[in-house]
């Protein structure tokens, strides 16, 4: 049974799938790193080191989050770790390709295009529209207005 805290939502990315979290009561997006890992084309030796990385690293370690994937009906056989939106480029951009054979330069290209374009696709989905009712509301207009005055006047 998933935890009523988190809403699981499957985002589309160049063909692949990604389990998101949403923690409905923050709003915070969380996106799966071995998912990630997967669609990119680690292997499973090269996506643990790639999360030991991550987990060792204390500027993302605080925004990392697991969860079982049994509590939201997908096929993973171990405990998934997620790491926040907020945090997602910075951990993408500590991950790195093998190197030598053709198939590494494979990996290496769809790095570069999870590292380029994921953080601006989550956040084009998932923020939402700065509110600006607060700046039409007369009270506040009133200040900046005579807020302006003000600064026109310490001038002359």
Known sequence: MSNP???????????????ILKDTISDRIYVALPYIFNSVGFSSKQSEYQMKK???DPLLNEHLLKFSPLDYNLSYSKDITCISLSRLQLALSKL???RSNQNNKKIGNKLFIYQD???DALMDEFSSPAKDDHVSSPETLEAIKLLAESINIAFY
């Open 96 to 98: 790195s390709a093998p």
């Open 54 to 56: 991550i987990e060792k």
């Open 117 to 119: 374009e994921l953080s």
């Open 5 to 19: 805290d988190f809403k699981l939502i499957k985002f589309n990315f160049y063909k692949d799938t990604l389990p």
